[in-house]
Every structure is written in structure tokens, then in C-alpha cells.
């Protein structure tokens, strides 16, 4: 039982790539979540799908999409990224909405 | 919108020691959650305890106790006993029970056991 995967640990991207995250979730959970955590700040919402087949904003989304291709999975992508978006990135899964949510292990991007 | 604030950026404090991290919080709800989650230096976002707001009883797990002041919108973490292991980044987080629920994090208590 792993738990909250994320996909890769740790990259580098130049400013104008594009590159997904992934995530995946084996405790049968209906909500996912995308965070970002940047130097001096708590965790803030990117994204979160509140039930396989929904998606919803949160409150930082801009520069971001994602994929909810299944109950496990839930994946984030970044179309063109930018120096902004160097940051720290957790996914995250509960239950239900509302629900004790489960992190994983996080990816540190970095945007040059 | 809900905010959560937490006034205390650093703490420190000697091994066996208890210590309490603060948390303050404001919303217009009644039923809501409340947390706090641990982070070490490998990053991992630990769940340490949960609150139920419409709960009376504070919430305990092990050395871990909240003072949830549901009036002062107070929720407090009081830990006993504390060990080399416990120092890390402490989080609070509020999350609604109704609309577009969100998990909102406060900025953080970077916490230190010294031996």
C-alpha cells in the first residue's frame, strides 16, 4: 500500500516547456487535489477533482491544467512554464471532499 | 474567505520539554475540520491530529493535544514530551464542510528540539 505517488521527484525545466505531473493514489479515495508550496507559505490549491470525472479550480490555477484520467489518477500540467512557477508541488487524496486529505512525497520543480 | 493565521514563524524549545503551537482562524461557518499537519525536512506532509468542529471534545493522539476554542476560533497544538523527532514545520489547516470545499493552510510554526 503506497499510498500517494508523484512523478518525477525533482526538474528542471526551461521557461517556455511544457511538462505533466503525475500522481496516483491506491486507497480507493474519490478526491484529489493539486497544492504548491513556495519558500515562507503554507500549501495553496491548484486544482482539485472532487470525484473521478470533475474537475474544479482552486485558487491559484493560471498557468495550470489537469486530468483526472481515472479514480487513481490525477495529473497536472504546465503548458508554457515560467520562472513563477518554480515551487514545490504535492498531490494529495481524501475520501470525500472535506475528508482528512493524504500528501505525497511532492516535486520540486525548477523553471529557469 | 476563510484565513488562517499563525503567529508564531519559529519556536524552541529542549528535548521532553511541552511546547504549544499557536492557530487562529476566521469564518462565517459552523461545521468545518480542522488540522494539523507536520512537515520534516524530507518534505512529506504528515497528518498529525483532526478536529470535527462540531466536536466539544478536544482531539488527542498520543503526545499530540489540541485547545479548540470554537468561540475564539482558537485551535491550538500542545505537544508533551517532545522528541528529537518532532522537529520539523507544523501547518494548521482549515477545511469547509459546504461549497467548494479547499484545505486552506496557515503560513506555518517552524518548530526545534534541541538535545
Known amino acids: 500500500n503506497a499510498g500517494v505517488t508523484q512523478t518525477p521527484k525533482f526538474q528542471v525545466l526551461k521557461t517556455g516547456q511544457s511538462m505533466t505531473l503525475q500522481c496516483a493514489q491506491d486507497m480507493n479515495h474519490n478526491s484529489m487535489y493539486w497544492y504548491r508550496q513556495d519558500p515562507g507559505m503554507g500549501l495553496r490549491l491548484i486544482y482539485y477533482s472532487a470525484s473521478e470525472g470533475t474537475t474544479d479550480k482552486g485558487e491559484v490555477p493560471n498557468g495550470y491544467n489537469v486530468s483526472r484520467l481515472n479514480k487513481r489518477e490525477f495529473s497536472l500540467r504546465l503548458e508554457s512554464a515560467a520562472p513563477s512557477q518554480t515551487s514545490v508541488y504535492f498531490c494529495?487524496?481524501?475520501?470525500?471532499?472535506?475528508?482528512?486529505?493524504?500528501f505525497g512525497p511532492g516535486t520540486r520543480l525548477l523553471v529557469l | 474567505a476563510q484565513t488562517v493565521t499563525q503567529s508564531q514563524p519559529e519556536m524552541s524549545v529542549q528535548e521532553a520539554e511541552t511546547v504549544t503551537l499557536s492557530c487562529t482562524y476566521d469564518?462565517?461557518?459552523?461545521?468545518?475540520?480542522l488540522f494539523w499537519y507536520k512537515q520534516p525536512p524530507s518534505r512529506q506532509m504528515i497528518l498529525v491530529i483532526r478536529q470535527e468542529a462540531y466536536k466539544q471534545q478536544n482531539a488527542t493522539e498520543n503526545r499530540f493535544s489540541v485547545n479548540f476554542q470554537k468561540a475564539a476560533k482558537s485551535f491550538s497544538l500542545k505537544i508533551s514530551d517532545s522528541q528529537l523527532g518532532d522537529t520539523a514545520m507544523y501547518f494548521c489547516a482549515f477545511n469547509s464542510n459546504q461549497g467548494a470545499q479547499k484545505l486552506v493552510f496557515g503560513q506555518g510554526t517552524r518548530l526545534t528540539i534541541n538535545p
Open positions: 494529495a487524496s481524501s475520501e470525500y471532499v472535506g475528508e482528512t486529505q493524504y
Open positions: 469564518t462565517s461557518e459552523s461545521n468545518y475540520y
